[in-house]
């Protein structure tokens, strides 16, 4: 199970830096360190957003399993 969680963590984080990649090369350039810097906080900062939100499949039945 561990190597599993290992694989599923590694593929998320490869799918955004993907995602940062193409936003960045849609966007071309930054003005400033300044504007880069802020662009990379609001990315970060909406993905540990959405993956600390996110429902795991058969998670209400683990759940159940251990507090029974």
Known sequence: MGLQLTFRT???IERCFKELKD???VRGYFHSESSADKFLYCFF?????KYRSRKLRYSEL??????A
């Open 10 to 12: 590694t593929n998320w």
């Open 23 to 25: 936003y960045i090369r």
């Open 62 to 67: 683990i759940e159940e399993a251990f507090v």
């Open 45 to 49: 900062t909406d993905k540990a957003e």
